[in-house]
């Protein structure tokens, strides 16, 4: 089955995000623990900054737990980065045990699964997630040097500034990870890399469908539902396939990639993108909001496109993937 | 603790390893399921040939093992390409859900320890770890294309050309994964990206070193020990340095780069390296030996460095990372 049922579900002990000025500036700004005065973090290159928004947002999610690098049985973590050096160089000096992503903007999603499965399994008593994305290295590395200045066509989205980590234990106040959903690879042919959010929303409703036939539920058994970042064009695509297959997304349904920003406000496009925009959404404010007891139970379903700029280059379409999670505010 | 006893340890169901050329002439090439003609693989690009690799590996795999795509609950696979492209593509049409990793070239190391961990706990009765890399991507993606024909130096080690994959599950006739022992980052500041054994020997050294202590076993205790791709000099540093610690790693220590090519015969330096090598060593060559009872234990401790040619740019020194798993014929 796609969907593990956590026996003992995890709970979180703390979360922490950390974002740029264009998240600071969005409608979730104020709920961000840290919001960069510049794109560099204190560091010399845009790299190096994402690796220190990593560094902060797990020393602040360590801290507001009140636990140390030690407490921490593993950490899940990635990026989008050539070779994922984002999460490698921020983890270097924590020494904590540490099982390495690559799973594009889904990652926030799949390291939360992955160490959910470690607490419930007893592996560890408490293990942790974290991932980022910055504008600037992504920027370059996918599309074009920022400075260049090159004009973005109306389908894409802006990648966002930000690092999310969540730490999980098997003791703890709650919210609880209950249920976890592995997503599969879903390619339906899309090959605008200009277009992902058409190219990833295959995946979430392959994920979702498979969650909402695992667990027996639908979504109106959720008081929200959150797609990673497919911004306003996957996110009606989502709505259309999950009605032809019988399921009504309703007002529940929002992506987080429309949440980070304001569109009418900030010339954002179809909204935001990145590792850092669900990781940013969920932990500045999903979690949060589920602790304060605004919601009961909802679904964290991220999204990615698990293409390169070298499978573009050769002609291939965008293989997407969605990993979720049912996140509870009570234990059962 | 870093290691983790699987207390219903999972059997290998079957093992599948695809090579090219130059590891068909090496002193393992008779043991290799397949080996590729040339360096396409039928493909029209590298990229592609290297995703081929993978497809194959997991096809014959499942051929072995008797097996379809919908009876493995979980794969985990990964390789050195950007954005991990050689297993996405690789993966896209088998359905399996999928958990990608980035573990530089520990990731056949990443992978079978969590695919055990995850059979282990119950959460899918089969899964599965799966890894490449091959020579001509690697080349142009992290130093020169291939046909510009550029010297290495002394130092350096060759990238296998090679996939293995792995399948798992909680029933079977072994050989069986009895502990797993997830790795740290380890820095200790050595910035040659053509010297990657002497950047990966320190955290082989301290996952080993995790190991013996968690198990309280010594090298005596196993019949053999393979690190990854530290290479001659990387083997000999590990050698040095865990004498220093109190450990006589002996004759039973080798590593899977000095394995995998006839350094007198074939001039491949300090010998290979890359996720294709210990993923080729192990499922080419240590499993079935095992399998056969030539080895009662053994431990299988892949070495990955997670650097980029960004991170080499930016100046930054080369972070290694270990996963180790112990590999045994018997259950109890």
């Given at each position: 089955m796609q969907t593990v049922t956590l026996t003992s579900p995890p709970s979180v002990l703390s979360c922490a995000a950390i974002g740029g000025k264009q998240e600071g500036q969005g409608?979730?700004?104020?709920?961000?623990?840290k919001i960069g005065e510049d794109s560099f973090f204190g560091e010399k290159t845009w790299e190096k900054a994402e690796s220190a928004m990593q560094k902060t947002a797990l020393h602040t999610a360590l801290h507001k737990a009140g636990l140390k690098p030690k407490d921490i049985g593993f950490i899940f973590g990635g990026d989008l980065l050539n070779q994922c050096i984002g999460s490698a160089f921020a983890l270097r000096e924590f020494g904590i045990p540490y099982y390495g992503l690559y799973g594009a903007c889904s990652t926030m999603g799949e390291g939360l699964a992955l160490a959910a499965l470690m607490v419930n399994a007893g592996y560890a008593k408490k293990a942790a997630a974290i991932t980022s994305s910055h504008f600037c290295t992504a920027e370059r590395q996918y599309r074009m040097p920022v400075p260049y200045g090159s004009q973005r066509p109306p389908t894409a989205q802006w990648t966002a500034t930000a690092a999310g980590c969540t730490l999980l234990g098997?003791?703890?106040?709650?919210?609880?990870?209950?249920h976890v959903c592995c997503g599969k690879v879903v390619d339906l042919g899309i090959t605008d890399a200009n277009n992902m959010g058409a190219a990833m929303a295959p995946a979430a409703c392959d994920t979702l469908t498979a969650l909402f036939r695992d667990t027996g539920t639908k979504p109106e058994d959720y008081d929200g539902i959150f797609t990673g970042d497919l911004g306003a064009l996957g996110h009606r695509i989502v709505v259309e396939q999950m009605a032809k297959r019988g399921y009504d997304m309703g007002q529940r349904y929002q992506d987080c990639g429309m949440m980070l920003y304001d569109r009418d406000r900030q010339d954002m496009h179809m909204g935001a993108s990145g590792c850092g925009c669900s990781a940013g959404v969920l932990n500045a404010f999903l979690l949060p909001q589920l602790r304060e007891g605004k919601w009961k139970k909802i679904i964290f379903a991220p999204t990615g496109a698990l293409l390169s700029p070298t499978s573009s280059f050769q002609g291939e379409s965008i293989p997407g993937i969605c990993h979720a999670a049912v996140i509870a505010a009570e234990r059962g």
């Open positions: 409608p979730l700004g104020g709920y961000f623990d098997d003791e703890g106040e709650g919210p609880y990870i209950t």
